[in-house]
């Protein structure tokens, strides 16, 4: 997968809106690639990567023609490279150590603190979801990695999105169940899930 330097994105509250501004954003730089479209809850969501200088001024003209429809945006100029390969929907299994479950009121937010995450710690990101079926509009990011790492890697995620003034909420899993290890290597949606045999109690 090619990696671009910069990436920005843009949630709307409507539908509209957010054609029109992304339809602005694509016409005032030479964008790299776009990825867009509804999310839950009635929103658009849009995604841009390229240059640094050409993904800042279509972020501005988004920010601009969208208004007051704009609900959270975030641009990383230098995007970390794990941060870009979730977003962009490659997944990395769960091995072993810890795990952090973080949830954000918005899909910016998320993207906002897995990046901090990830640049101030050695944690893996096994998962990105942003607003898709399910969450409601909520961004769903999960970590793994030593007890010690998770908990900084929480820590500075936590104060990245309360900065932003966004709601957000976590756990941490220190010693996780090999079911449950399992069962989101492919995703935490549970329309994907199939049955995991145990070795509970059948009677």
């Not at 992304?22 to 240059?51: N, Y």
């Not at 918005?106 to 898709?132: F, H, Q």
Request: one cysteine or more.
């Amino acid at each position: 997968m090619k990696k671009h330097p910069a990436i920005a994105v843009v949630e709307f509250s409507d539908i509209p809106a957010g054609m029109y501004a992304t339809d602005a954003m694509l016409k005032k730089a030479p964008i790299a690639f776009v990825k867009c479209g509804t999310i839950t809850r009635g929103r658009f969501l849009t995604l841009v990567g390229g240059s640094t200088a050409s993904v800042d001024e279509s972020l501005r003209e988004g920010l601009a023609q969208g208004g007051p429809s704009v609900l959270d945006s975030i641009m990383l100029a230098d995007v970390h490279p794990r941060v870009y390969e979730a977003i962009l929907g490659w997944r990395r299994p769960g091995t072993s150590g810890a795990l952090a479950i973080v949830e954000t009121d918005s899909v910016a937010a998320n993207v906002r603190a897995a990046e901090a995450a990830l640049k101030g710690t050695p944690v893996e990101i096994i998962e990105i979801r942003l607003a898709d079926a399910g969450l409601s509009g909520k961004g769903v990011s999960v970590y793994q990695g030593d007890l010690s790492d998770i908990e900084a890697a929480i820590e500075i995620a936590t104060r990245y999105v309360q900065q932003a003034g966004v709601g957000l909420r976590y756990r941490i899993i220190s010693a996780p169940h090999e079911g449950l290890v399992k069962q989101i290597e492919t995703s935490t949606w549970f329309g994907s899930q199939t049955v995991l045999d145990l070795d509970g109690e059948v009677v």
